[in-house]
């Protein structure tokens, strides 16, 4: 089924328009059978999914980085196998990728990402930036701007967004553009386009529960930003990204968190809630604290639920161990709480107090003991 659908498609294109088959959340053997039918370009959304892939599928594929990528993945993404990264859209971006190319003697081919219908939900810079753009790259020895890259938005003429963004090409003399997908690639060809990447015409119809815990991860990805790897593998503080995220900050001042070692970010909290209710997936934010007299930090864990099913992302800096499925929210409290008591089990007196409850972001803040007293008022769970 696969292979005549690619070979339907490549016979109703022109020769000079690659196919590229988006094959995020697919398995190896569709992906397989795609390339048993004489595919070799793929693009994937996900940085550990695209490593995972490349590392099981045969080695003449030609990868493209489609997604959103952060910085703190682009040397996960600097290799032979990726041939172009499609979604390039800031200067602190084009840099990092310019530094780890650098590191590894190999010149790295982009595509800037356009925002070209000016869409708040949607990633890429604006037309009129992209002048600028170019020229700061200029200075990025270790970069190759191939081309542009957009996502259209979603409406009955997509045509007149696709005309700009060839214009824009062939204004700055850049060769490739990469637009289309399975719902208007044909009027991208139609403008000029040089890349489509379709998914669902080639593979099917998408699995949405698996997206929806994908979307999850990705968002934790980009909330997850506060500290770094320092040369001996310890976590500190990077403020280059505390800087990025302005809205952030820690509940108590920096002489109470010294003194009680008890730090608690509600506004991270509340944007990381405020993201899963964006893209329409409900979650629950449990909060733990554990009062043994040692004031050790508390814990927040945020729980999903996606269809009617419970899930609970086990994570902490950078380091995700593992989503937990359960038949109902009771079952899955409770395993957060036994979880967190195994990894005390070694810091805490036998006489301590353990208090897990519902998230609710007090409106101003609060001293130490006032946290404490605030906690004790909620509804316990546990």
């Not at 398995?27 to 590392?55: M, P, T």
Request: charged share 30%.
């Amino acid at each position: 089924m696969i292979k005549e659908k690619i070979n339907s498609i490549k016979n109703s294109i022109p020769n000079n328009v690659k196919l590229i088959a988006v094959s995020k959340t697919k398995s190896v053997e569709d992906i397989l059978e795609a390339y048993n039918a004489g595919q070799r370009d793929f693009g994937e959304n996900k940085v550990q999914e695209l490593i995972n892939k490349i590392d099981k599928l045969p080695k003449d594929i030609n990868w493209h980085m489609i997604g959103h990528l952060q910085t703190n993945k682009v040397k996960d993404c600097i290799r032979n196998e990726i041939v172009l990264i499609h979604s390039v859209d800031s200067i602190k971006l084009a840099k990092e990728i310019d530094k780890e190319s650098k590191k590894k003697n190999k010149i790295t081919n982009i595509l800037i990402e356009i925002n070209i219908g000016n869409e708040d939900s949607k990633f890429g810079i604006s037309p009129s930036e992209l002048e600028d753009f170019l020229e700061q790259i200029k200075e990025l020895s270790n970069i190759n701007v191939e081309g542009l890259m957009c996502v259209a938005p979603n409406t009955n003429d997509t045509s007149k967004y696709f005309r700009q963004m060839n214009e824009l090409a062939r204004k700055y003399n850049l060769k490739e553009l990469s637009m289309g997908m399975t719902n208007d690639y044909k009027e991208a060809i139609n403008e000029g386009s040089t890349m489509i990447r379709l998914g669902t015409l080639i593979f099917g119809e998408r699995n949405y529960m698996k997206e929806k815990i994908d979307k999850i991860m990705t968002i934790m990805e980009e909330i997850d930003y506060g500290f770094k790897d320092d040369q001996n593998n310890n976590l500190v503080e990077d403020d280059d990204k505390w800087n990025d995220f302005s809205k952030f900050y820690y509940l108590l001042s920096p002489e109470e968190l010294l003194k009680t070692k008890c730090g608690v970010c509600w506004d991270q909290v509340e944007l990381e809630r405020n993201l899963f209710e964006k893209n329409n997936i409900d979650c629950k934010t449990y909060f733990i604290y554990i009062d043994d007299n040692k004031n050790l930090p508390s814990h927040t864990f945020l729980t999903y639920s996606v269809d009617n099913i419970f899930y609970w992302f086990e994570h902490s800096w950078y380091n995700y161990k593992g989503i937990h499925k359960y038949n109902n929210e009771k079952d899955m409290l409770e395993d957060i709480k036994n979880k967190f008591i195994d990894s005390r089990k070694d810091e805490v007196d036998e006489n301590y107090k353990l208090y897990l409850y519902e998230y609710k972001k007090p409106n101003y803040h609060i001293s130490c003991d006032e946290f404490y007293e605030y906690i004790k008022t909620q509804k316990r769970i546990i």
